[in-house]
């Protein structure tokens, strides 16, 4: 996923979103009418709410495209280079906080969710919902994530990562959704977007009433936590905004409360000081789960030392102080969400497109991936966002799993089987893979 993570500002006279799988909320208008439709803009917007559910996604909401209160903080985190080596997104520098400016003519962005935690059995998925006191501990699903993680030698891939490419499933059916309102409206400009760089889609999503900014960073919806992907479709047609999730009523009777625990999911930062309280409550157990400390104060990403930066945007080598905290994580990271209460809330994908693939979901460990030539890495993972790192990078990866895994295991056929398979690689290795193998050889050794 990408690393944009940002904080919400409201507006008088804007509308709630709507909740396409929920109740359909307040709206009272307050926008500028729409060309078309007979100027109906409420009713337009019920219909494309409608449209959007028929196109997969689970909520959309509208959001003007005033973004200044954002800029400051998006100055300040490139300032301190926590963006890393995205040097797109400095590229882009403060235009990605200006809509207008980014592709001329937008008045408003139509932002919107899809859920991704892979589909499940029927049996399997009927216990997401627990009482009593496993209603306490992270849902079972996430439970059954963290102790994977703990298991040295599996292999795990982001849960979002597992399926389909999210950026193919996203843009198509973003356009799908452009396509029909254009059928009603006729023709207008606009352009879709999926996580891409110059964007900055949890500020948009918040505006539009999508959820809040967690700690983490990342977008967070009371309804359905933050185990979902954001797609916009900036438009030339300016339709009444949504409002912002903290203007909405509080969670009905029955829910959990709002978290308030002091112990303990391409993104980028609180991008203001402004108003971001969102319902994170006095809990910081994604700061405190996060394996590598990069949210180093709330609100704040350094992609730097952020496991997904690591193992997905940077191209060189990991830095090896950080090696031993990516554990068995071989493509991005998903340890903040994990923790989070709000991800109780967390709904499974009602696409296929999500399912995890044979090799890369329940069950896959290091040693098979390992073996993979560059031709089977292309075969396995066509469509895949994991094709877009490379064979070269997906080693890299590989080898620092398999070196975190040999100091994890006791001296034996298991890490004699570890150390042989990364020795046999050595001399075909390219310089980069090369040097990781060394490393993870060395662990053997490391801290006894
Ligand atoms: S827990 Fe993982 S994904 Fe979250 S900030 Fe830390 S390293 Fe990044
Ligand atoms: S883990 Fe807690 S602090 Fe972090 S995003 Fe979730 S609710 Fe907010």
Redesign the pocket.
């Known amino acids: 996923m990408g690393i944009e993570r940002s904080n919400p500002v409201g507006g008088p006279g804007a509308s709630s979103g709507t909740d396409l799988s929920g109740g359909r909320r307040q709206h009272t208008g307050g926008g500028a009418a729409v060309a078309g439709a007979a100027g109906d803009t409420i009713g337009l917007k019920e219909r494309l709410r409608a449209w959007a559910h028929e196109c997969g996604f689970s909520q959309i909401g509208i959001a003007g495209i005033d973004l200044a209160s954002a800029e400051p903080g998006l100055a300040a985190w490139l300032q301190a280079g926590f963006h890393g080596e995205m040097g797109y997104m400095a590229r882009h520098g403060l235009k990605r906080a200006r809509p207008a400016g980014l592709v001329p003519g937008t008045v408003s962005v139509i932002s919107a969710r899809m859920d991704y935690l892979p589909r499940a059995p029927a049996a399997q998925a009927a216990g997401d919902v627990e009482t009593g006191d496993a209603a306490a501990q992270p849902p079972r699903w996430a439970r059954h994530e963290l102790a994977r993680l703990a298991r040295p030698g599996e292999a795990v891939v982001s849960l979002y990562a597992r399926g389909r490419d999210y950026h193919k499933v996203l843009r198509q059916r973003l356009q799908q959704l452009a396509d029909r309102l254009a059928a009603e409206v006729g023709p207008f400009g606009h352009r879709v977007f999926t996580d891409s760089a110059p964007v900055l889609e949890v500020e948009l999503a918040v505006r539009a009433g999508l959820g809040w900014r967690?700690?983490?960073t990342l977008a967070?919806s009371r309804d359905a936590g933050s185990l979902f992907f954001l797609g916009e479709i900036f438009v030339d047609l300016a339709l009444p905004p949504d409002r912002p999730e903290e203007a909405r009523p509080p969670p009905a009777a029955g829910r959990l409360p709002e978290?308030q625990s002091d112990s303990p999911n391409e993104r980028v930062p609180p991008l203001s000081a402004g108003p971001t309280t969102g319902?994170?409550?006095t809990?910081?157990?994604?700061?405190a789960a996060c394996p590598t400390g990069a949210i180093v104060a709330?609100y704040r990403l350094d992609a730097r030392r952020c496991i997904s930066y690591l193992t997905i945007e940077l191209h060189g080598p990991i830095p090896p102080a950080l090696r031993p905290a990516i554990g068995n994580r071989i493509f991005g990271c998903d340890d903040?969400q994990l923790?989070?209460?709000?991800n109780k809330y967390a709904r499974r994908s009602t696409l296929p497109d999500f399912d995890g693939r044979a090799g890369l979901g329940d069950g896959t460990t290091l040693l098979p991936l390992w073996a993979w030539d560059e031709r089977e890495f292309l075969r396995r993972t066509e469509g895949s966002a994991i094709r877009r790192i490379g064979h070269a990078r997906w080693r890299r990866n590989l080898a620092v799993a398999l070196g975190n895994a040999v100091r994890a295991s006791p001296a034996g056929a298991e890490r004699a089987a570890l150390t042989a398979a990364l020795a046999a690689a050595r001399t075909a290795a390219d310089d980069l893979v090369r040097e990781h193998i060394d490393w993870a050889l060395a662990q053997a050794d490391a801290g006894r």
Not at 283 to 287: D, F, P
Request: glycine share 10%; proline share 16%; with cysteine.
């Open positions: 967690g700690k983490h967070l978290p319902h994170c409550g809990c910081s157990a994604c700061l709330p903040c923790v989070c209460p709000w």
